[in-house]
C-alpha cells in the first residue's frame, strides 16, 4: 500500500544523502538574483540604498533557504518536487528581474515593487504547500507550519505589501521591519517538527550557495571593466581581486566548513535542527552578504582603474564603496566567527580581530588608490588565512 507521501509522487531522502543534479539546477537562478542586489546597490551607492540591497538579499536568501531546508527531506530529483523547483525557478527569475526597479520603478510596464512582493509570497506559499503534502502523518510539522504561516509569513507579506505602495527611507524600513517579523518568526514556530535528514546534505547546500556569492564577486570584476580597454593596472586589480576572494574560499572550506558539518552530524533531534537553524539558516546571511558587499567594492575599483578618461590611477575610492570594499570581508570575517562559536564553541581571535580592523578601515580606503586599497585587503585577506591556519593547526596540535 502506497504512503500519502509516495501517492504525492515525493520520495523522502535518507541519511548520506547528497546534493543532487536538480539543486544546482535549481541554484542557477540565484546566481542572476544576487547578481541583480549588486547592481542595485552599485546603480545609486549611498547608505540607504546599502540598507535596501541588504533587505532585498534577505528576502531572496528566504527563497533560497526555504527549499535547502525541503530539498533535506525530499528527494529535489524526484518528478513531482522537480516540478515545483522549476516553477519556483520561474517565480525567482521574476523576482530577479525586478531587482533593479523595486525601490526606483521604471514608468511604462508592471509596477515592479508589487510584481516583487507578491512572486516572493508565491514562493513562500509553495514551499509550506509541499512542505505540508511531503509529510502527510506529521501532526507535529503540520502544527509548525500552521504557525509559520500565520507568524512568520502573512504578517511580513502584508507589510511588505503596504511597503510597495511607498518610495525611498519609508519603503525600505517598511520591507526591513517585515524582514524583521519574518525571521523573528521562525524563533517563535519553534524547532518541533522541522528536521535535518542528512548533515552533509545540508552543508554541502550551504557551501555551494557561498560558491555562488564567490562566483558573483568575480564576475563583479569582469562587469567592472567591461567595455573599458585593459591594461595593466587593470590586470592588476583583477588579480588583486581574484586573491580577495581565494583567501575568503580558503577561510571558508577549509576552517569552518568542516568542524560546523561535524558538529551538525553528532547532534540529533530538535538539537540539531537549532544548530541548522542558527549556524547556517541565520548566520550564512551576513557572510553571504558580506561577500556580495566586497563584490560592490572591487566592482568599483576595476571600473575606476579602467576608466582612464574619467579616473586618474591616485584616486581613492569614495562614499559608502570604499567602505564595502573592506567593510564586507570584515562581516563576512565576523560571521564566521560567530559560525565557528556556534557550532564549536571555539573563539576565534583572527576572525574576530580581522573583521573589526576590515570594518574600521573604510576610513583608510577614501585616502588610498583604489588598486593600492585592493591590493592591501589581498594581502591581508591572505595574511588571515595563514595566521588561522596556524592557531588552527596549534590548538589540534595541543589537543593531540
Not at 531546508?69 to 528527494?75: C, I, P, Y
Not at 577561510?251 to 537549532?274: C, K
Not at 583572527?350 to 589581498?378: D, E, N, Y
Request: hydrophobic share 55%; net charge negative.
Amino acid at each position: 500500500m502506497p504512503t500519502g507521501r509516495e501517492r504525492s509522487g515525493l520520495i523522502a531522502t535518507e541519511g548520506g544523502h547528497r546534493v543532487t543534479p536538480a539543486e544546482l539546477f535549481f541554484d542557477l537562478v540565484f546566481v542572476y538574483a544576487i547578481t541583480q542586489v549588486t547592481a542595485l546597490m552599485a546603480a545609486d551607492p549611498s547608505l540607504l540604498r546599502l540598507l535596501g540591497g541588504g533587505v532585498v538579499l534577505a528576502l531572496l536568501w528566504w527563497c533560497w533557504c526555504c527549499f535547502a531546508w525541503l530539498g533535506n527531506v525530499v528527494r529535489a530529483d524526484s518528478g513531482a518536487m522537480f516540478a515545483v523547483l522549476v516553477a519556483v525557478m520561474a517565480v525567482v527569475l521574476v523576482v530577479s528581474v525586478t531587482v533593479p526597479e523595486v525601490y526606483d520603478d521604471l514608468p511604462g510596464g508592471l509596477y515592479a515593487p508589487l510584481v516583487f512582493v507578491l512572486c516572493y509570497g508565491a514562493v513562500r506559499v509553495l514551499h509550506l504547500v509541499t512542505y505540508w503534502i511531503s509529510s502527510p502523518g506529521d501532526e507535529a510539522l503540520h502544527a509548525t507550519l500552521r504557525r509559520t504561516a500565520l507568524l512568520s509569513v502573512a504578517p511580513p507579506f502584508v507589510l511588505l505589501l503596504v511597503g510597495s505602495a511607498f518610495t525611498g527611507l519609508t519603503q525600505v524600513l517598511i520591507w526591513l521591519g517585515a524582514v524583521v517579523i519574518d525571521y523573528s518568526g521562525i524563533y517563535l514556530t519553534g524547532s518541533s517538527g522541522w528536521r535535518v535528514a542528512s548533515p552533509g546534505h545540508f552543508a554541502e547546500r550551504h557551501g555551494l550557495i557561498v560558491i555562488i556569492a564567490l562566483g558573483e564577486s568575480i564576475v563583479a570584476i569582469g562587469v567592472g571593466v567591461s567595455g573599458l580597454p585593459i591594461s595593466t593596472p587593470v590586470l592588476a586589480g583583477a588579480a588583486a581581486g581574484l586573491l580577495v576572494v581565494a583567501g575568503l574560499w580558503r577561510l571558508y572550506f577549509r576552517q569552518l566548513s568542516e568542524p560546523a558539518e561535524e558538529r551538525l552530524t553528532a547532534l540529533e533531534g530538535d538539537d540539531r535542527t537549532r544548530l541548522a537553524r542558527d549556524a547556517y539558516t541565520f548566520l550564512h546571511l551576513p557572510l553571504v552578504g558580506g561577500i556580495v558587499l566586497t563584490a560592490l567594492g572591487m566592482k568599483k575599483v576595476l571600473h575606476q582603474v579602467a576608466d582612464s578618461e574619467h579616473y586618474d590611477l591616485s584616486e581613492p575610492l569614495h562614499g559608502v564603496v570604499a567602505w564595502a570594499l573592506t567593510g564586507g570581508v570584515g562581516v563576512f570575517l565576523l560571521a564566521a566567527a560567530a559560525i565557528l562559536l556556534r557550532t564549536s564553541g571555539r573563539r576565534s581571535l583572527v576572525f574576530i580581530i580581522g573583521g573589526l580592523a576590515c570594518l574600521a578601515a573604510g576610513g583608510l580606503v577614501v585616502l588610498l588608490p583604489a588598486l593600492l586599497a585592493l591590493a592591501l585587503l589581498a594581502a591581508a585577506v591572505l595574511g588571515m588565512v595563514v595566521l588561522h591556519s596556524r592557531r588552527t593547526g596549534s590548538a589540534e596540535e595541543g589537543a593531540a
